[in-house]
Every structure is written in structure tokens, then in C-alpha cells.
């Protein structure tokens, strides 16, 4: 199989779903979804031990394979999801101080300034 590598998002989808299709994996949703939160769990505990920084993007990996499996099982499109990649990249380099604030350790929206009277 040969990958673009200009362009990773297509590159690990494709990538993903030529490994399923070897080894003749169909995915069931439930099957998709139960493997990819036991890879939640791993990346979670290896994050919170913190020590091992190889095994924790190791484990993020398996986390984002492992959720192109539950797309592939739940009929999303390759290009649906590749799409939507990029909307989300777009989204977030839209995003500065005027439009974010991260507080309560998240980034949230501002509030829409109140009219002043
Ligand atoms: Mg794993």
C-alpha cells in the first residue's frame, strides 16, 4: 500500500482500515466500541502514571485506531471522518483570546458580551 505521506489523516485511515480488511474484520459496533474503550483505559492509567512517555503515545495511537474500528463499524464514511478532521482543525485555529477562555480546565467559548446600557 502506498501512503501520500503528505497527508497523515488519510494515510492512518487508509492504513487502518487495509489492517481490518486483512484480517477479514467486520466490525459489530459494540465489539468496535468495547475494544476502543479497553485502548481508553490504557491510555488513561499510562497517563496518569506519567512516567512513561513512549508507552502513553503508544496507547494514544492504539485510542485513535481503535476509533477509526468504531467509525468503520458505525457506517461513518473514510471521508466523512476525514472531512470532519479538518472542520475540526479549522475550528480550533479559528479559535483566539477574543472567541476562548480556558477556564475549569477547559477552552470554552465567551460568553457574548452583555449590551452595555
Ligand atoms: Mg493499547
Redesign the pocket.
Known amino acids: 500500500m502506498t501512503f501520500s505521506t503528505t497527508d497523515p489523516l488519510r494515510d492512518l485511515i487508509r492504513s487502518t482500515l487495509g489492517f481490518y480488511e486483512r484480517f477479514g474484520w467486520q466490525p459489530l459496533t459494540d465489539d468496535a466500541i468495547r475494544v476502543f474503550e ?2 481508553v483505559r ?2 488513561t492509567e499510562a497517563a496518569q502514571d506519567g512516567t512513561n512517555k513512549a508507552h502513553i503515545a ?2 494514544a495511537a ?1 485510542v485513535i485506531v481503535t476509533l477509526i474500528g468504531v467509525c468503520q463499524a458505525s457506517g461513518v464514511e473514510p471521508e466523512q471522518l476525514i472531512e470532519q478532521l479538518y472542520a475540526v482543525i479549522a475550528k480550533n485555529d479559528a479559535k483566539n483570546h477574543d472567541t476562548h477562555i480556558y477556564t475549569d480546565g477547559k477552552i470554552r467559548r465567551r460568553l457574548p458580551k452583555s449590551p452595555t446600557t
Request: net charge negative; no cysteine.
Open positions: 479497553e485502548e490504557e491510555v503508544e496507547e492504539d
